[in-house]
């Protein structure tokens, strides 16, 4: 895959069992696999293992950490990442030679092709119809959310929904297909995903649902400024039978104890123990070096101006970071300046790349925020809808009931210049480092102007897409011309 990309395999990693978080355990070519209901199941376990898996440098991991938080004015790169290409994207001076670029590339289209294959065979498999149907709309939704990622991280990508198994010139010079194109399809895979159930049992945690397809799709339309689309689509995903609501707590959003909770509409799954990679590392990295008993890599650290947009009475800021530890092995208090707290595992400090916290890919409060910025803009100018919506947020941000107006934390009498910037800040301060700051700097025109408030003067128009990879040009010259400025 990785020296000829274009060249989809005809082998296929899949899963022996059914649980998302197993690790794939054997490798069947297509023409011996796609024969029973178990094997479909499989495969489409597989997506979900290339596409979600958080062990080490993957893409719902420190890969996404690195490629599209690093340049933001959110994040840095701390002073003991010694990788070139990450302190390359911290500065803004990435080339189309950045390896970690390359990698998100290619994990991208590493899962579209298991997605590809899926489609295409579990058709054909003799089994029950219903869990057929679902299985092929599970492959749809998690397809249409990487084509999602890469339509708006590269702008015109490749648009691939077969898999390849020809050795030939057209199989292998794939064109970069229109944004409209691939937006398009990203559209009909998630329509097609609405279709799946509403929930799940506990053995199917983590799985797509009807409701984590409505909620990317209104994203897509509030990506797109097709506002009342995006309305209405958020109006689905809150009025719809899926049980979602804000936890009581911001807190508990970032516990493993209430993973999969109300608020997750869909989640990277973490699993650290078993030794199988699947561990949320981004603990690890962010914790500060030096507190005896804790293990920890330091590299990745918030800007001042991350810190400083919270407010004391604000929970979301001691959730987000943390200015003090106590050692598990002397007892001592030990402060230092504000890391990043969201991902700490308690219950793995002596070992956090085994952390069982999931990442968030999206959750309920990201939806009613969509709701409140797309019906000011489809009104210009907030509605008592939108109001409720942005309230309920910023409630549970200062320990009030969400459903219970109070006029000491709600807003209220803006315009609609006031009410979208005071939207932008929640959607800033509520979802700090779940990779959205860099998809919202650019939506919203602010990529340049908000990276240089904090010292990264070296951002430019040409930020705001990401650089085809050079590695890939190499292999398929139909990808040029590559994005304005790279």
Not at 353 to 369: D, G, H, M
Not at 380 to 404: D, F, L, M, S
Request: include cysteine; aromatic fraction near 10%; glycine fraction near 6%.
């Amino acid at each position: 895959m990785k020296k000829l990309f274009y060249l989809f395999a005809v082998t296929l990693i899949l899963v022996s069992c059914t649980k998302l978080e197993e690790t794939p355990d054997s490798i069947l070519t297509t023409g011996q696999f796609y024969k029973t209901q178990a094997d479909a199941i499989a495969a489409v376990n597989s997506i979900y293992q290339a596409a979600l898996n958080p062990g080490g440098l993957k893409m719902y991991n420190r890969l996404f950490l690195q490629v599209i938080e690093y340049p933001t004015d959110d994040v840095i790169a701390g002073q003991r990442v010694t990788e070139i290409a990450a302190r390359e994207l911290s500065a803004m001076t990435q080339s189309t030679s950045n390896l970690r670029i390359e990698q998100l590339w290619q994990q991208h289209y590493t899962a579209i092709d298991r997605a590809n294959i899926a489609i295409d065979n579990i058709p054909s498999i003799d089994m029950d119809p219903t869990l057929r149907t679902r299985l092929v709309n599970e492959a749809k939704f998690l397809r249409g959310l990487l084509y999602f990622n890469l339509v708006r991280l590269w702008g015109e990508v490749p648009l691939i929904l077969h898999q390849t198994t020809s050795l030939g010139k057209d199989a292998i010079q794939v064109k970069r297909d229109l944004t409209e194109n691939v937006y398009a399809q990203v559209i009909a895979d998630l329509t097609d995903a609405e279709k799946l159930p509403a929930t799940y049992g506990a053995a199917d945690a983590g799985r797509a649902t009807g409701g984590a397809a409505k909620a990317i799709l209104a994203k897509l339309y509030l990506t797109r400024e097709e506002w009342g689309k995006a309305s209405s689509k958020s109006l689905e995903v809150i009025q719809g039978p899926y049980g979602y609501a804000l936890f009581d707590k911001y807190a508990d959003v970032f516990n493993v104890a209430t993973k999969n909770g109300r608020e997750h509409i869909f989640s990277a799954q973490c699993q650290g123990e078993g030794g199988n990679d699947q561990g949320n590392r981004m603990g690890t990295s962010c914790t500060p070096v030096g507190i005896p008993g804790i293990a920890a890599a330091g590299t990745d650290e918030p800007t001042e101006d991350a810190y400083n947009i919270f407010d004391a009475n604000d929970t979301r800021r001691d959730v987000t970071f943390f200015t003090s530890l106590v050692s598990p092995k002397d007892g001592k208090t030990y402060t230092f300046a504000p890391h990043f707290r969201k991902y700490w595992d308690q219950s793995t400090i002596t070992n956090p790349t085994k952390s069982n916290q999931n990442v968030p890919v999206i959750r309920f409060a990201e939806v009613l925020l969509i709701y409140a910025e797309a019906l000011n803009e489809e009104n210009h100018g907030p509605t008592p809808e939108a109001y409720n919506a942005i309230n309920q947020v910023i409630r549970r941000a200062y320990g009030k009931p969400v459903n219970i107006p109070d006029p000491t934390v709600d807003l209220a009498a803006l315009d609609y210049s006031s009410f979208k910037e005071a939207v932008y800040l929640q959607r800033r301060k509520e979802l700090m480092l779940e990779f959205q700051r860099w998809f919202d700097l650019v939506r919203t025109g602010r990529m340049i102007t908000e990276t240089h408030k904090v010292g990264k003067s070296n951002a430019s128009e040409r930020n705001y897409l990401l650089p085809v990879p050079q590695h890939d040009i190499d292999l398929n010259p139909a990808l040029l011309p590559n994005n304005k400025g790279w």
